[in-house]
């Protein structure tokens, strides 16, 4: 069993900057690929962002590439968000998300982890 607590969410102006951080605990994350996904009201959950056990291979949404930057610190089992120029449609609620297993088919694809935080909320005004 995995929890995963993110933090670092909240209010910022378009433009602004916010580092989420996702904390596993009951299982090391070191071996495993981890992703973050968000989901605003009314919206589907979607694919954010995603890294290898290793760090050596990234991906992300069209949506958010070249503005957000995903890491990870396996000797602390977390993982980071570091989220630059922020727009208001980044506005959702933030999940850290882990599969059950270190093979994963598709990273982008929810369906592909078990283990979800509660989800932090990245406000974005105008």
């Known amino acids: 069993q995995v929890q995963l607590v993110e933090s670092g969410g909240g209010l910022v102006q378009a433009g602004g900057s916010l580092r989420l951080s996702c904390a596993a605990s009951?299982?090391?994350?070191?071996?495993?690929?981890m992703g973050w996904f968000r989901q605003a009201p009314g919206k589907e959950r979607e694919f954010v962002a995603a890294?290898?056990?290793?760090?050596?291979?990234?991906w992300y949404a069209d949506s958010v590439k070249g503005r957000f930057t995903i890491s990870r610190d396996n000797a602390k089992n977390t993982v980071y968000l570091q989220m630059n120029s922020l727009k208001p449609e980044d506005t959702a609620v933030y999940y850290c998300?882990?599969?059950?297993?270190?093979?994963?088919?598709?990273?982008?694809?929810?369906?592909?982890?078990?283990?979800w935080g509660q989800g932090t909320q990245v406000t974005v005004s105008s």
């Open positions: 998300a882990a599969p059950r297993f270190s093979s994963v088919l598709d990273v982008t694809r929810p369906y592909e982890y078990t283990y």
């Open positions: 009951g299982r090391t994350i070191s071996n495993y690929a």
């Open positions: 890294i290898t056990w290793s760090s050596s291979k990234t």
